[in-house]
């Protein structure tokens, strides 16, 4: 304890001519209470007390990043709850798809926060087993008790192979991995609320205290910080490939190779709590224009499956013919430039003359949106259970 007093304080004298962080402490152990200090080292091996320290590390930054993880679900959940009723054009192919809730649209990303929370919970698990004991490969001669140590350290379980203790980095790869992941989640909605807030789109506001401005142009403000969340997700997805690069072809059991897993777990640690905290401040300052929501959604074709869907619920149609009688619509409209809200009842029935008005209703973009109640659907009905279901989960 007076060691680690002294290591903490900055007033602990390595030498190097001592090689390593254990040799350091006995030689001062030594010097505080003589040649004593000599046992320290029985029954124990720089392999497998290594591979101890790296577990106990890291099941302690484990519980803070989903820590992390949590807080950024909760602002996910607000931000959901609080755009449940605002419709939004939902993309694929970054093409304007169908109209949703943008509740909708933060809750899409509350569930690959939620994997994410789940994974590193679960890879804890597999972490959780205690190799203290395993020695340099073999085990040891000495009658020493694991269970014990196992206990003393707070770990769940003991490992049960000495050869497999010091040489398993698996616990390192799944770490490495849940980071990755959850780093391309990050850089999913970095790059989205990039180009949202972009002066082209305009879809979203970023608050000035996550951007930066111009040297040179002082009307520029930047997106600094999603766009470095962006950038850094590549770093922690090169540490995984360089860690599975690593461990690809080490024979059993111990070698020198593993001495460079630490830097990329450190550093892929310090990246993820970075644009963890990034990110919920970033997400908690955002604001969606509503008002070029609307435009976006009214300058498009979003309703065109729901104008399809009702050719099949009103008419028999099956989807497959209706899906050709809609393009035909849509090609229609667009030569007369105009949406599928303006066309008249009379153009519709040249398509079909059993087309009806009550289409206009289900064709407007709020009963776009209501009218999808699947489970898991955007309808706001469902978007507020599954607030709801979330809220109940965050909780445990």
């Not at 992390?68 to 679900?73: A, E, R």
């Not at 707070?154 to 490495?176: A, C, E, H, P, Q």
């Not at 300058?299 to 619920?313: E, K």
């Not at 206009?360 to 469902?382: A, D, M, Q």
Request: proline residues 2%.
């Amino acid at each position: 304890k007076k060691i680690l007093r002294e290591i903490k304080l900055n007033k602990f004298q390595f030498d190097s001519n001592l090689e390593d962080i254990h040799m350091n402490i006995e030689s001062r152990l030594e010097q505080l209470i003589g040649e004593i200090a000599g046992k320290l080292h029985t029954a124990r091996s720089r392999n497998d007390q290594v591979v101890t320290d790296i577990k106990l590390w890291m099941k302690k930054d484990n519980d803070q990043i989903t820590k992390k993880i949590k807080i950024l679900k909760q602002v996910l959940i607000k931000n959901a709850e609080k755009n449940i009723n605002m419709l939004m054009p939902g993309l694929t192919h970054f093409q304007t798809a169908q109209p949703i809730s943008a509740g909708h649209y933060f809750m899409a990303y509350y569930e690959m926060f939620q994997r994410d929370y789940e994974r590193f919970n679960q890879s804890k698990i597999r972490m959780d087993q205690n190799p203290l004991g395993s020695c340099a490969m073999a085990g040891t001669n000495f009658n020493i008790d694991r269970s014990k140590t196992t206990k003393m350290l707070g770990f769940g379980k003991t490992t049960r192979n000495s050869i497999d203790s010091v040489s398993d980095r698996d616990f390192i790869l799944d770490f490495l991995f849940n980071a990755s992941a959850c780093s391309v989640h990050l850089s999913r909605i970095a790059e989205e609320i990039t180009l949202w807030s972009s002066d082209l789109i305009k879809l979203a506001n970023l608050g000035d205290q996550v951007m930066s401005s111009s040297s040179i142009m002082p009307q520029k403000k930047n997106p600094d910080a999603t766009e470095l969340i962006r950038a850094k997700s590549s770093i922690v997805i090169s540490n995984l490939s360089a860690m599975l690069n690593l461990i690809k072809s080490l024979p059993l059991s111990y070698n020198k190779d593993l001495q460079e897993d630490k830097k990329l777990v450190t550093s892929t640690s310090a990246i993820l709590h970075l644009t963890l905290d990034c990110m919920v401040e970033i997400i908690s300052v955002l604001k969606i224009n509503k008002r070029n929501m609307k435009i976006a959604l009214r300058r498009s074709y979003s309703n065109a499956t729901d104008l399809a869907d009702w050719l099949v619920l009103n008419l028999g149609y099956s989807f497959r013919d209706a899906h050709v009688l809609t393009s035909k619509i849509i090609n229609y409209a667009e030569k007369k430039r105009l949406f599928l809200n303006d066309l008249k009842i009379s153009e519709y029935q040249l398509f079909d003359k059993r087309i009806s008005k009550s289409l206009y209703s289900f064709l407007n973009t709020k009963n776009s949106v209501n009218n999808k109640k699947s489970f898991g659907g955007t309808s706001f009905s469902e978007v507020k259970k599954m607030i709801a279901l979330a809220k109940k989960e965050n909780k445990k």
